[in-house]
């Protein structure tokens, strides 16, 4: 990978190896937390609508908190910010091990976890990646990222699930808890806010910067489908080892599956990185839902055996965060890199209330029928709508970028 010519070599690849790190950890954490939804309603006696809410609660919360965090992390740097988030987020998990009601559920796992996970938001660190390196490579570097928090997915799921098994999920929640702290030193790795050179953006303010994202309508279609992408992933994320159980398999399938999804995404982001240096990225979004309605409806159809399960881990996997780096890219590539860490972070916004869409609907139709079907069937026709939209979206840099660039 090119470097940027005002950074040195060994600070670039330091932020790189920081950002990456932080990924892994807070994305590998968090992406585990399916894993606890079986043998904590059963323990506590709670419906899996209980805990499904307290997730949801989360996600909405990692939803509004993340512009904030964004905002703050463009005007101060991102150092301080992910550090308090790092110290919410293991105080959430922390307090997840200890609650005996569903009101301090709600409150540890639902507020103060998803705010901690938003203010050390891997987007933060991706935008901080993204801001030592050059323009044509961006791509590359955010999917780099991505990748870091699929490897963290691919780690954390089978350990989780064998400390689950092996110690209880309440000593599990401890040591997941003393991980999330390892983000602050990490933190303090990351460039500060004075390392951006926009010369595009140096006389925009913050408001001015915001009112043009929301008059472009590419920026719109933009959030628009990333709500699509946050109710597959979450949907998935909680419930899917519990539809795993329900089938009669094994609870390390669905651990597995997880992890696989999480292996297979490292590979996709990869590659999604790499297809948006060469081809249009609204392009290369719009193929990622189309296919995602596809492996769904194979799901469907498919025998419910453990290897059929596992193909379509890996091929939901393959397409799983390869949005993001994309995502994040058309931000970037439209409006400049002074104030992406908030730009992004109201996309982001979207993508979280699909989250908590998907995952307290998921609880909710399971608990009032049975099972999962419609929520299979719901995420067919979004992915079909997502790829219409993003089909629909102008990637080309506003003119003040260009006009600055001459």
């Not at 938003?118 to 999917?143: H, I």
């Not at 790795?189 to 408001?207: F, H, I, R, T």
């Not at 997880?258 to 590659?271: D, E, V, Y």
């Not at 860490?341 to 916004?349: A, D, I, Q």
Request: net charge neutral.
């Amino acid at each position: 990978m090119t470097l940027s010519d005002n950074s040195p070599s060994r600070r670039v690849w330091l932020v790189l190896f920081a950002g990456c790190a932080i990924a892994m950890l807070g994305f590998g954490v968090r992406s585990a937390f399916g894993l606890f939804l079986e043998p904590m309603t059963l323990d506590k006696g709670w419906s899996r609508e209980t805990f499904a809410i307290a997730l949801a609660i989360q996600n909405l919360l990692w939803g509004l908190g993340v512009p904030v965090a964004g905002a703050l992390a463009d005007k101060y740097g991102p150092v301080r910010v992910i550090s308090l988030g790092a110290v919410l987020y293991a105080i959430g998990v922390y307090g997840l091990a200890v609650v005996d009601s569903s009101v301090m559920l709600y409150l540890t796992c639902g507020l103060i976890t998803g705010l901690g996970i938003a203010f050390s938001a891997f987007s933060l660190a991706m935008a901080a990646m993204a801001k030592v390196v050059k323009a044509q490579n961006r791509a590359m570097a955010l999917g780099l990222g991505t990748a870091a928090g699929s490897m963290g997915q691919v780690v954390f799921s089978p350990l989780s699930q064998a400390a689950i098994s092996e110690h209880g999920w309440q000593l599990t929640l401890f040591a997941m808890a003393g991980a999330v702290l390892l983000m602050i030193p990490l933190a303090f790795m990351l460039p500060g806010v004075d390392s951006v050179d926009d010369k595009a953006a140096e006389q925009q303010s913050l408001s001015a910067a915001i009112q043009e994202a929301f008059k472009h309508r590419g920026y719109v279609l933009l959030t628009t489908g990333f709500f699509v992408c946050g109710f597959h992933v979450a949907f998935i994320s909680v419930h899917f080892p519990a539809y795993v159980k329900d089938l009669g398999m094994p609870a390390q399938v669905g651990a597995f599956s997880l992890s696989l999804i999480g292996l297979c995404n490292i590979a996709g982001s990869l590659l999604s990185g790499w297809a948006g240096k060469r081809w249009p990225m609204k392009s290369s979004l719009t193929f990622i839902y189309a296919a995602r309605a596809v492996v769904i409806l194979g799901l469907i159809y498919a025998d419910k055996t453990p290897t059929n399960i596992y193909i379509f881990a890996a091929s939901m996997g393959f397409l799983w965060l390869s949005t993001v780096p994309l995502t994040t890219g058309i931000v970037a590539q439209v409006f400049g890199m002074r104030y992406l860490s908030t730009l992004f972070g109201l996309v982001f916004l979207s993508h979280q209330l699909g989250s908590f869409i998907g995952i307290w609907l998921g609880g909710w139709l399971y608990d009032h029928y049975g099972n999962y079907d419609a929520m299979w069937w719901l995420g067919i026709a979004l992915g079909l709508m997502s790829a219409a939209v993003h089909w629909a979206i102008d990637e080309r840099p506003l003119p003040r970028l260009s006009a600055a660039a001459a």
